[in-house]
């Protein structure tokens, strides 16, 4: 019994250890930033598994969104209202694409990278509407570089 009692007080111990590392990363909906109109910024962050990202309304009209193309295999995905403030935990490595519904094709997007997954070549054949396809070309070359 004594044994029991030890493995499940370790059990907690690690499960707190875990998620007390876990971070929460802010993202910015503008209307205009440093990449030009329509972005998020930061439009690229790699993060950690257990890690969120709050998406962080500075102008009216936006949202977020995944794209389903852009996120690993069996992602529920999610959709935010538009000018909702929203926070979105990411528990599985993989690279995860947003958009603003409303400016998807005037490239408003960005990439997430959780964990050490590699960029799959699916990503760079995927032709995203408009500037945006243009916007994940210059996040792939930064990714690149790296």
Do not use: W
Not at 54 to 81: D, M, Q, V
Not at 83 to 111: R, T, W
């Amino acid at each position: 019994m004594k044994r029991v009692k030890q493995s499940l007080q370790i059990l907690c111990l690690l499960a707190f250890t875990s998620t007390a590392f876990a971070q929460t990363y802010e993202v910015l909906m503008k209307n205009r930033g440093t990449g030009g109109p329509m972005v998020y910024e930061p439009d690229y962050l790699a993060i950690q598994p257990g890690d969120s990202v709050k998406f962080i309304r500075k102008h009216k009209s936006h949202n977020a969104a995944s794209i389903a193309e852009l996120s690993p295999a069996g992602y529920p995905g999610f959709i935010g209202k538009i000018d909702e403030e929203i926070e979105v935990k990411y528990d599985n490595a993989g690279f995860y694409g947003i958009k603003c519904s409303p400016h998807y094709a005037q490239g408003m997007i960005m990439l997430i990278k959780v964990g050490d997954a590699v960029l799959p070549d699916s990503y760079r054949a995927f032709k995203a509407p408009g500037l945006a396809d243009k916007r994940f070309q210059e996040i792939y070359t930064r990714i690149d570089k790296q």
